[in-house]
């Protein structure tokens, strides 16, 4: 049973576009985030909802917008698409929900899901 | 400023030779250190951690670690490299308050046959 999954794994659109990316996890996990990893390898936090409280929104363009309709769903919308968006996008969970005391049996560990590369003509 | 950093972008080492990645890091407040790998195409595995003990933390694969305070370090380690563990590794530290991870920039490690 695949843990965390994303859909679609590979999506080329044209610029100017709107686009989805969809993420769901099976692991009954508190937390969720998207991570970007761009051309260089790099990645960078984006968001992180908890329990479908958005916990973190990092400097990302408001023309993305997470939506977590449970807990188990974490969705990316992307408008206006711009060459710079291509990057291959992560989510992944964690069983830290917020505010517990760090240290604990579950402390921070991310599963990942197998990425959407997301390529912008 | 709270940071991690892996100072080698490539690393290259003989099939059945050690093999060391390197990882240090600048926090207030005790760490929580985590390695990772990535396969071509593929999203990031969980390797290791180290949240408190043991300075040497043994996880997947037959991969070690070593928390170094006075160093502020966390190598990666394998006794003997296999071709398979080629792949992409990161280094990521949880600083105290957060709430997500922090990656190191990822060092390619080739195994050589």
């Known amino acids: 049973d695949t843990a965390v999954s994303q859909t679609p794994k590979y999506l080329v659109t044209q610029m100017g576009n709107d686009k989805s990316i969809k993420c769901e996890q099976n692991l009954g996990h508190d937390t969720m985030y998207w991570y970007k990893q761009d051309s260089k390898k790099f990645l960078k936090i984006m968001f992180s909802?908890?329990?479908?409280?958005?916990?973190i929104n990092e400097t990302v363009p408001n023309r993305f917008s997470p939506k977590s309709p449970d807990k188990a769903h974490l969705n990316l919308h992307i408008n206006s698409l711009e060459l710079g968006d291509s990057a291959v996008y992560f989510c992944?969970?964690?069983?830290?929900?917020?505010?517990?005391?760090?240290?604990?049996?579950?402390?921070?560990?991310?599963?990942f899901g197998e990425g959407s590369r997301l390529t912008v003509l | 400023a709270q940071s991690v950093a892996q100072p080698e972008d490539q690393v290259n080492v003989a099939e059945g030779n050690p093999l060391t990645v390197k990882c240090t890091y600048s926090?207030?407040?005790?760490?929580?250190l985590f390695w990772y790998v990535q396969y071509p195409n593929r999203g990031l595995q969980f390797l290791l951690k180290y949240i408190t003990g043991d300075n040497l933390v043994k996880g997947s694969y037959g991969f070690e670690a070593e928390f170094n305070k006075s160093q502020t370090s966390f190598h990666l380690k394998k006794p003997s490299a296999l071709v398979s563990d080629s792949a992409l590794y990161f280094c990521a530290v949880k600083f105290s308050g957060a709430n997500n991870l922090f990656f190191g920039t990822g060092t390619r490690l080739t195994v050589i046959p």
């Open positions: 926090v207030s407040g005790n760490p929580y």
């Open positions: 909802y908890n329990n479908k409280e958005l916990i």
């Open positions: 992944a969970s964690s069983p830290n929900p917020r505010g517990r005391v760090l240290g604990g049996p579950n402390t921070g560990e991310l599963f």
